[in-house]
Nanobody, 124 residues
Framework: QVQLVESGGGLVQAGGSLRLSCAGSGRVFRNYGMGWFRQAPGRGREFVAAINWSGSSTYYGDSVKGRFTISRDNAKNTVYLQMNSLKPEDTAVYYC?????????????????WGQGTQVTVTS
């Protein structure tokens, strides 16, 4: 049974930083691409970032490019999302997602495994 557990969310002022972590278990973590998505109230799930199995390839949503960084530590079965220069519009529940292949993908449908989400709130 695959499990993904996020941590690191919280309340931060605009301009601040947070680092989210996602610990995976239940399958060979290093074989699969991972992604981060977010969902604000009343909105659909938005792609934030994705990383391939080795960490050598990453993709970002346009709204976070240059501010957020996705990385992974396969020895710890963990993927990270470093979020800098946070804005109030970054406020959302952030979800970690495990892919069905080693590639980094932007589409929600390419991720069969999801964490429970962690709330990030950015105040102005």
């Amino acid at each position: 049974q695959v499990q993904l557990v996020e941590s690191g969310g919280g309340l931060v002022q605009a301009g601040g930083s947070l680092r989210l972590s996602c610990a995976g278990s239940g399958r060979v973590f290093r074989n699969y691409g991972m992604g981060w998505f977010r969902q604000a109230p009343g909105r659909g799930r938005e792609f934030v970032a994705a990383i391939n199995w080795s960490g050598s390839s990453t993709y970002y949503g346009d709204s976070v490019k240059g501010r957020f960084t996705i990385s992974r530590d396969n020895a710890k079965n963990t993927v990270y999302l470093q979020m800098n220069s946070l804005k109030p519009e970054d406020t959302a529940v952030y979800y970690c997602a495990g892919g069905r292949s080693g590639l980094p993908r932007r589409e929600v449908g390419e991720y069969p495994y999801w964490g429970q989400g962690t709330q990030v709130t950015v105040t102005s």
